[in-house]
């Protein structure tokens, strides 16, 4: 199967919670399609009464632009989840967290160094 | 309205202190103890602040300094630690704007013009923070004496081609920056005197071109 160069991509994992790995340079249009894909998961949870808890890996982001930035702002207040847990290197955890605090989000929204962190996080909201 | 938020154009960082309590350090006054909670967020008016660590042979080592206009501990806050991980002390003098976190956390809130315009600064000073960091981890006292200089005349120097420092720095001082001995520190200070890139017996002037050409030389980049 060939490496994705640059997209997301988004899936159950066997915790159940929703994951999304973003790999590469991202646009408003691969943030605005992660939301649509994470919108579609989560409403299948709330058809079964579970709340979203939503993991984000970023460590394989190559770079960001206003777009993006804009497009994850929108993501963090229109899909209901529970939590947004987010993991990765120190310049893009500033910018989740500043952008979690401009949607208002930032008690549900928080980004941390490593994966172990982020999870810890994302399960005491469950 | 959202919208317009969004077009405008970036800010002064300074005017998110609009109206906030002026307070005033001595120098060598600690104005953040390591393992504080981040519950303030300050704007230096004027004066210079030094960050720095304590090792475990109990020698303190200064990690960054900054100066006017400056905002700490930013990257801290924003990155979502809950404790400061240095001391913030007055390099001389200090005027501080304060803001605290959670009135800054207001500003921010719709409103990503902040929001950009505070990414931005803190991605520039993490940039430095980390060449600072870097520097302290090389073996070659030459090369850390000399990229010391070059960060010095960025945080506290005037313009070129002569740029002076804003404060004077003793060789302690010096040594505590880039984690030499003082010996090793003055030595190295005295071989640059004699090439011209020091200026006068204090180490307060700096021939800015004989420096630029050093970097290039030793691959520095600052």
Known sequence: ?126 | MVKKRFVRCILNISDLFESSTTRSYRKKHVIIYEGDPVSTIFYIKSGYVKVYNILNDGTERIIFIYGPGDVFPLSTYLSGSRAIRYFYVGLSDVKLLTLPSEQLERKIRNDIAVGETLVNYTVLINLQFLERIEILSVNDARRKVVALLAFLVIKIGTKSPISRLSIYLTHQELSEMCGLTRESTSIQLEKLRKEGVLLGKRATDINVTKLEALKSDMSIVI
């Open chain 1, 1 to 126: 199967m060939d490496k994705l160069i640059s997209g997301v991509t988004t899936f159950m994992n066997p915790a159940g919670f929703v994951e999304q790995h973003y790999i590469g340079a991202q646009t408003g249009r691969t943030v605005s399609t992660a939301v649509a894909a994470d919108m579609k998961l989560v409403k299948k949870l709330q058809k079964q009464n579970k709340e979203a808890l939503i993991l984000v890996d970023l460590t394989e982001v190559t770079s960001t632009n206003l777009q993006s930035h804009k497009a994850a702002i929108k993501g963090m207040t229109i899909v209901p989840y529970r939590r947004v847990s987010i993991y990765g290197p120190l310049p893009l955890r500033i910018l989740l967290n500043t952008l979690g605090i401009v949607a208002d989000r930032h008690e549900n929204v928080k980004a941390f160094a490593t994966r172990s962190e982020a999870i810890e996080w994302l399960k005491k909201g469950s």
